[in-house]
């Protein structure tokens, strides 16, 4: 805390401009709200608002936040005025990040002489691409093995302990500091915002990402949990060289405008403050699914000897449900908005239960949130399913029940119970079918040589795209194997 008041020689540059810049940032808050085909007062005329409008927080730009996060590179000249500030970063290039302890006399002393845990992203700044934002950095590992999205760079860093860096999450870091001592942390970010978007003509617009810091105390069993603070600033990242001649392209621009088209625009400063923010939602991706092609199950295709079904192997896990329910407290009505990606709209809700949410109508929804996410928001609340193209069941046909069909009468056939598994094909495609079944079975897609279907006459058809798209919905085969004559693969049957 103490450094704060007694800043280096190198920081009294900007320590004049830090309230003003401190405060022009927070002017971005809330930005996307103002974007879209509404106003805000609008939204707090309907009559759901009429009676919740006393209870909202108030907008207070001059509240002291505990701690303060300082980016020390300089804000692009080209935002106008009531818009969130944007920062140019290189690739590749350290960064420093200043952590200020902000917190007055008295407060938190719970922290006192204790360490806290920040917890580092780079983030989508696009709800767009935040709503894929699993596919995209798994797309981005593909394109970069080995690579991380962001680093700390340790040896230019003062103040941290243990930092970490999780190999499975590339865009995250985390470690320990102390309030009460100097801390900054260098950070490098090695991805370019023209990663991630759509190859057209050439010259495509780079994605804005957020820089997001989340700080946390321990609680009582040592477990780094209890949220403290969150900020975040937005950036675009160029390559190397490439944020500087922007800054001067922007710089360029702002000169040759009018004084009063200049009054409509921020100044550039020199640092970047983080702003407030809601802390980020904890959402593990885990993809429980064989690979096809990747899966070192040694296990055999298990057709064939006497299971009526596929029972004895484990069941594809079932999709995580998370749906609101109408017992769910405000609180919890606030982290569900931020784990389905409603945090922009988590203070309008402030007030909300799960009841309350749930009694919107769709036309109540998209007036508040505009037609896009109002859409969204209004389908997850009702926990709306996006039906598959194609349903099929498959059961397997036990090799002992055809032996008995050849020496008995048909009564131990009837009396067999079967159990039959649903493939949900999206792609309607051999090759998706082929993965299904595979995934179905726990064994590799490789082990599959052809999959048939039996014509008239007992004949086998071998199944193409084509005809798994006329396929009539919600049909039931009988799965029967052969073993392939050049290798240990099978060939399917469906009956």
């Not at 005329?45 to 701690?67: T, V």
């Amino acid at each position: 805390m103490a450094w704060a008041l007694k800043l280096p020689l190198a920081d009294e540059v900007i320590e004049s401009g830090l309230v003003q810049d401190f405060d022009a940032s927070l002017s971005g808050i809330g930005q996307e709200l103002g974007a879209g085909a509404y106003s805000m007062s609008d939204v707090l005329a309907l009559p759901i608002f009429k009676q919740e409008e006393s209870s909202l927080p108030p907008d207070n730009e001059n509240k002291i936040l505990p701690f303060q996060y300082v980016l020390c590179a300089a804000t692009s000249p080209a935002v106008k005025l009531h818009d969130e500030t944007l920062t140019y970063l290189n690739q590749g290039q350290s960064y420093e990040i200043r952590m200020l302890d902000n917190r007055k006399i008295g407060e938190l002393p719970e922290i006192n002489g204790k360490l806290v845990k920040s917890i580092f992203r780079v983030v989508f700044h696009d709800r767009r691409l935040q709503y894929t934002e699993h596919q995209q950095l798994e797309g981005w590992r593909w394109n970069r093995p080995g690579d991380r999205i962001l680093d700390i760079d340790i040896p230019m860093s003062v103040g941290i302990i243990d930092p970490r860096a999780n190999p499975t999450q590339l865009n995250t870091v985390e470690f320990l500091w102390d309030p009460s001592k100097r801390t900054s942390v260098f950070i490098q970010v090695h991805c370019i915002s023209t990663e991630f978007t759509m190859r057209k003509h050439g010259g495509e617009k780079g994605v804005p990402f957020r820089v997001q810091i989340d700080t946390f105390k321990d609680n009582e069993n040592g477990e780094y949990t209890e949220h403290l603070h969150s900020a975040s600033c937005q950036i675009k990242v160029f390559k190397p060289k490439g944020a500087d001649r922007k800054q001067k392209t922007d710089r360029e621009k702002m000169e040759k405008r009018t004084p009063h088209e200049k009054e409509k625009y921020q100044p550039s400063y020199e640092t970047t403050i983080l702003t407030e923010c809601s802390p980020w939602p904890e959402i593990t991706y885990v993809n429980n699914a064989p690979s096809p092609g990747f899966n070192s199950s040694h296990s055999s295709f298990s057709i064939g000897e006497g299971n009526g079904s596929p029972n004895h192997q484990p069941e594809p896990p079932p999709p995580i449900t998370d749906n609101l329910l109408p017992t769910t407290t405000p609180q919890e009505a606030q982290q569900w908005l931020h784990r389905n990606r409603f945090s922009t709209f988590s203070r309008l809700f402030t007030n909300f239960s799960g009841a309350d949410l749930l009694k919107l109508t769709r036309e109540d929804v998209i007036q508040i949130c505009g037609p896009a996410d109002g859409i969204r928001l209004f389908n997850a609340l009702k926990g709306r399913m996006v039906r598959p193209r194609l349903t099929i069941y498959v059961c397997q046909e036990p090799q002992q029940l055809r032996d008995q069909q050849k020496h008995e009468d048909g009564e131990s056939a009837n009396s067999t119970f079967f159990v039959y598994h649903a493939i949900y094909l999206e792609e309607l495609t051999a090759v998706e079918l082929t993965e299904k079944i595979a995934q179905l079975f726990s064994i590799s897609s490789r082990q599959i040589s052809h999959i048939y279907k039996q014509g008239p006459t007992g004949i086998h058809v071998l199944i193409s795209d084509e005809m798994i798209q006329n396929f009539q919905d919600e049909s039931c085969f009988v799965l029967d194997t052969m073993k392939a004559e050049t290798n240990d693969s099978y060939h399917i049957i469906l009956k």
